[in-house]
Every structure is written in C-alpha cells, then in structure tokens.
C-alpha cells in the first residue's frame, strides 16, 4: 500500500490549482475586454468613406471626405461606404478571431479542466457601439 501525502503535500496542490485558475480568470478577463473594446477601420478604394467598425461588424463610426463629395454620383458614394464597410467587418472579423482563438487556446492549455468547456467556445462578449475614440473604448483597452 501506497504512503499517503502529508497535508503539506496536499495544500500545495491546492494552492497551485488555485493559482491556476486565478491566473486563467485574469486572462480570460483581460482578452475578454480587448475583444468588447476592439475596433477597425477602412477606406474605400476611392479614398472617399473610412468606417470604424466595433467587434461585431456594425458601423461606430463614419467619415466621407467632403472635398471630394461633390465629384460622385449618389450611387458611386453607396458603393464606396459598402466597400469601406465590408473591408473594415473583414478586418474586425480576423483581429476578433485571432483574440478569441487566444483566448480559446489558453483555456484548452492554462486553463482548468472543465468537462464541457467545448460549449464555451461560440460565446462572444457584448461588445461596445461607441465610437473609436469613446472614453469607454480608452478605458478597456489600457
């Protein structure tokens, strides 16, 4: 028969299971408001409409050069803030999947050992619509 562990021996597995999970709380907190702050932008090919888009995809922020405004048609000013939007969702979309890929990883590797941590890995945190440069966006990203 086997010797037991002394309680020494027992409190400092505890003690490293706890830093452990407080470690992973930390990160997991810290990559989770990076992604509820994240944010992207793009020009359209015209250089006409730069859009500011929050993590989702959905449009913060909105800039249409007025000097050159007046040198397109209503249907070519569509075209280049769909363009501009498309390529600024495209470009949230990779920052946002590297993030939560991160975050995901570090789970499956530093994390506890949680039967059903799968089911965990769709969510996504709400994320923010306000502008780029909001005060609440500086908050979560320092």
């Known amino acids: 028969m086997a010797a037991m562990g002394s309680p ?8 490293e299971i706890a830093g452990s999970v407080h470690r992973f709380r930390n990160e997991t907190a810290a990559i989770t408001e990076r992604l509820r702050a994240l ?5 359209s090919s015209d250089e006409l409409v730069r859009i500011w888009v929050n993590a989702r995809g959905v449009v913060i922020d909105t800039h249409i050069d007025l000097d050159d405004l007046h040198t397109v048609t209503p249907d070519e000013l569509a075209a280049s803030v769909t363009e501009a939007t ?3 969702a495209r470009a949230v979309a990779a920052k946002a999947a590297a993030l ?10 530093d994390g506890p050992r949680i039967e059903g941590l799968e089911q965990f890995r769709g969510i996504e945190p709400e994320v923010s619509l306000a502008p780029p440069n909001a005060e609440e966006r500086r908050r979560r990203t320092t």
């Open 8 to 15: 020494l021996d027992f409190e400092s597995i505890i003690d």
């Open 39 to 43: 944010t992207a932008d793009a020009w």
């Open 86 to 88: 498309q390529k600024a």
């Open 100 to 109: 939560q890929n991160q975050l995901w990883e570090h789970a499956t590797k």
